[in-house]
């Protein structure tokens, strides 16, 4: 299965996210001391973060995929409201058929986070009742009139009232007429809602809810799954099972596929990447098990990561390189390639950094960690074994280039790992123009080589930490002493 082939053929298409949106906002802070007001941890706010979520989330996560995406929904005519439309028009979603109601609220989910992000309270505004039924008659009207610009739509419920049996029925039949497919996650435990859509993703506690099935094992969840295909009549069931992955259910036959997430971290959004994943993959005309396959990557990507974050195809594709082994290779790069790579990626900002690194010790570990936080992509130039011998003697370099370039590239936080034959990097600088140059020491800004080249196109030159007495010569020095 060609994952990373796959993910190469995705084509932009006009997707079609319904349902509940939300802002959610991250207020960071830490805490030293309890209240003399009441027994509780005083929080001395330091940060804040405001990312979209519910349904929301999933159109951003489909616009990292390279989808058009607009939104059916309905927000408060309130200031929370405003900024969730400022939010998404950032991203260039389309908002167009987003409804204000003033006789609601928009919802939003304020999390107080403390030191190690560590959660430590959850304050929601929100109105779950249902929507008027002018807004509703609204929504449908909207769908009816637009369904054909679309090429698939999902259907992400939070139960925040949008969506009720009537309307989702009206909405899921309108695409079907349209020969347009639906994918829904749900949250209702009334599965008359969701008839006859395309594929219906529940998790398995939503599983257990609207089947009233044990889901204990294996075989527990496919016969859940299957009760589930055959009272909505949909072709699809895909149960989300956290750690243990997830189980697909058709008509004919089920198949389970094991989590691909190493570390899970948070698992905030995880349920809105599958589907916009899974979804992304559909309108490419991937098949079903392989932009199955993408999502389960794409979810391993979200839960490693704090809070609500958008997965891109580029953190897949590393994903997935590196759990086929070929990421250190495919990070090893010429100067041509690198220069075909950067073009792809032109509203990156580029780092870059360059050394011997000959035994590789804990300054060099410590700086090159530091550098890739200027940045989002960090090139680090290697000197060759030639150059290296002409710079530092004949007894040098201890490990050759290759081994030299392996290492590096086995950083998490390097990007790419390039070579260069000269004694400087000179040549290579021009040639890859980064927008800031760096290096470890005690350096000036002005002694570093490319200073000048770099500043001349308004680029930033940057001195990183100097890490006291960790060098490779003084290592070499002091095994000959020992």
């Given amino acids: 299965m060609n994952l990373i082939g796959n993910l190469e053929k995705i084509q932009t298409k006009n997707i079609l996210v319904i349902g ?12 030293k001391r309890i209240s003399q007001e009441a027994p509780v941890p005083v929080i001395l706010k330091k940060d804040e973060k405001i990312v979209l979520g519910g349904a929301a989330n999933v159109a951003v996560n489909l616009k990292k995929a390279h989808q058009n995406v607009s939104i059916l929904s309905v927000i408060g005519n309130d200031l929370q409201g405003e900024k969730l439309l400022d939010c998404l028009k950032k991203q260039d979603i389309d908002t167009s058929l987003i409804v204000k109601d003033d006789s609601r609220c928009t919802t939003t989910k304020t999390r107080i986070v403390g030191q190690n992000n560590a959660q430590m309270l959850r304050i929601d505004e929100e109105d779950s009742s249902p929507i008027q039924e002018k807004v509703k008659q609204i929504l449908i009207e909207e769908l009816e ?57 529940p998790n398995l506690n939503e599983l257990k809810d609207i089947t009233g099935m044990n889901v204990d094992s294996d075989e527990d969840i496919v016969k859940a799954a299957k009760a589930l295909l055959e009272n909505t009549k949909s072709q699809y069931v895909l149960a989300t099972r956290g750690k243990d992955g997830m189980t697909i259910v058709g008509k004919q036959d089920f198949k389970h596929i094991a989590c691909k997430s190493r570390e899970v971290f948070d698992v905030t959004g995880a349920g809105d990447t599958v ?35 958008a997965v891109t195809i580029d953190d897949i594709k590393q994903y997935i390189e590196k759990e086929n082994n070929v990421f250190f290779e495919n990070k090893i790069v010429t100067i041509n ?36 936080k200027l940045g989002d992509i960090l090139i680090v130039g290697v000197n060759s074994d030639a150059s290296v011998k002409r710079l530092k003697g004949k007894e040098r370099p201890i490990m050759n280039e290759k081994e030299r370039m392996e290492l590096l590239a086995s950083l998490e936080f390097v990007s790419y790992v390039v070579m260069f034959e000269e004694d400087t990097p000179i040549h290579l600088i021009k040639e890859i123009r980064p927008d800031i140059i760096t290096k470890g020491g005690d350096y000036k800004p002005e002694e570093i080589v490319g200073s000048d080249i770099v500043e001349s196109y308004g680029g930033q030159v940057i001195v990183c930490p100097y890490i006291e007495s960790k060098s490779t010569t003084s290592i070499i020095n002091k095994i000959k002493n020992s």
């Fill in 337 to 372: 390639k690198l220069k075909e790579i950067l073009k792809e990626k032109s509203n990156k900002k580029i780092v870059f950094t360059n050394g011997c690194f000959d035994i590789f010790h804990v300054g060099h570990s410590r700086y090159l960690r530091e550098a890739s």
């Fill in 275 to 309: 589907i916009s994943y899974l979804a992304t993959g559909l309108v490419s005309d991937i098949n079903l098990m392989e932009a199955i396959q993408i999502a389960n990557y794409a979810a391993g990507v979200e839960v490693s990561k704090f809070g609500t974050y």
């Fill in 145 to 201: 009139k637009n369904i054909k610009k679309f090429d698939l739509v999902v259907i992400s419920d939070y139960k925040k009232g949008l969506l009720d049996i009537t309307n989702t029925q009206k909405m899921i039949e309108i695409c079907n007429k349209a020969n347009r497919k639906t994918l829904v996650d749900i949250k209702e435990p009334n599965y008359q809602k969701y008839a006859n859509a395309y594929l219906i993703k």
């Fill in 20 to 31: 509940d949106i939300m802002l959610d906002r991250y207020s960071f802070g830490i805490t």
